[in-house]
């Protein structure tokens, strides 16, 4: 089986950075671009965007995203587009969901995707795939590109500005990247999100991505409540973003996205929780079932001083509602990727690490204090 590294043609990164995107974008060739954003953006950041391409003699096409990346909205956008002058290029400006879409829908116009995240919340800006929702928000499927986006620019002013809950679930979803890695390398017949075997390389930034978390993971927390960019937030962007990105993608998910995934079938997780949080304690319970104790406690403080939950309780899971258990552990076994723990994965060894990852988790709050679980309002 083959190995594949995918990336980004660029990636770039710097506060203010929305300012000089124009520059990045025109040496692409680029003379007319598609922007695909929500109109809330478009009060915002999007107007310095167009400013700053008119500027340059790049002419733009607004299309406003209806706020759910489903293949209705893709393929409406797409018709509306193709209906209006050819674009030689889209530039997805937004959230995680409006990057997915502008992926799935530059694709289908057969041009590159330039990708602009105002979140540090998930790994949508890197990878070559979109995730697809029904309308009604619930996962449906996904897609996989043959391109990487063609360039990824990173504002890290515009991240500071946003609630911290963002940068916090992004902590998550990036530190399940090293332990699912792990897991892939340590099974032979592991799979990366290519759908072959994982290289050294996705391995490797996985790794240095967890270690960019545990070393400057509170202080960004603390200068993104400050709304300050400073060397830590910086380096937890690019963990977020780039490392992680990559390591998924490159080096393979497994037991931890099993477990999120699985949490989005309960409507009360899936309606209050973002994906990161989700994530978060699906890496305790992935750490359980490989039985790594230690492990799991150093991650679980982390995310307890971080604000991500680390009990069934502070992800809206009463730990005595069976059926809600019983769901949750019959979706983790059932995911694609789960077979890429390096050892078979039962519904018993799911449901009894649920539970020891609870009780882990409720010691930490004992002794580190339960920080004031974070809501999208904060
Ligand atoms: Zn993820």
Redesign the pocket.
């Known amino acids: 089986m083959p190995q594949i590294f995918g990336s980004p043609g660029r990636y770039v990164q710097a506060a203010g950075l929305i300012d000089d995107a124009a520059g990045y974008v025109g040496k692409l060739g680029v003379r007319r671009a598609a922007i695909l954003c929500t109109a809330r953006s478009q009060r915002n950041e999007a107007r310095r965007l167009v400013d700053g391409l008119h500027a340059a003699g790049i002419a733009t096409v607004i299309a406003t995203f209806g706020g759910e990346c489903s293949r209705q909205e893709v393929e409406g956008q797409t018709a509306w587009l193709k209906s209006r002058p050819a674009v030689d290029a889209l530039i997805a400006l937004g959230g995680g969901k409006t990057l997915d879409a502008g992926k799935s829908i530059a694709h289908r116009l057969g041009v590159p995707v330039v990708v602009m995240p105002t979140l540090a919340s998930?790994?949508a800006p890197c990878t070559a795939l979109s995730v697809l929702y029904t309308p009604a928000g619930a996962t449906e499927s996904y897609e996989v590109f043959d391109q990487s986006p063609a360039l990824v620019l990173v504002d890290t002013d515009i991240i500071a500005q946003a609630p911290a809950r963002f940068l916090v679930a992004g902590i998550g979803?990036a530190m399940?990247t090293w332990y699912e890695a792990r897991a892939c390398q340590q099974n032979p017949a592991g799979i990366s999100l290519f759908g072959v075997r994982p290289t050294l390389a996705g391995a490797a930034l996985a790794e240095m991505c967890a270690r960019t978390l545990f070393k400057y993971g509170v202080e960004a927390v603390a200068a993104v409540e400050a709304r300050k960019v400073n060397t830590a937030l910086e380096h937890i962007v690019d963990a977020n973003t780039l490392l992680?990105g990559l390591g998924?993608e490159s080096g393979g998910?497994a037991a931890a996205?099993a477990v999120?995934q699985a949490f989005t079938l309960l409507e009360a997780v899936d309606r209050n929780y973002l994906?990161?949080e989700m994530?978060a304690f699906g890496v305790l319970v992935q750490l359980m079932l490989e039985s790594d104790v230690a492990e799991a406690d150093k991650v679980g403080r982390l995310f307890a001083q971080v604000g991500l939950p680390v009990t069934l309780g502070q992800i809206g899971v009463a730990r005595d509602d069976a059926g809600a258990v019983d769901t949750v552990v019959g979706a983790t076994v059932a995911f694609p990727f789960i077979g890429n723990m390096p050892f078979a994965v039962t519904a018993e060894g799911v449901r009894q690490s649920l539970q020891d990852a609870d009780r882990l988790g409720q010691r930490i709050v004992a002794e580190l204090g339960d920080r004031p679980y974070r809501r999208l309002h904060d």
């Open positions: 998930n790994d979803d399940s992680s998924a998910v996205h999120a994906h990161g994530v």
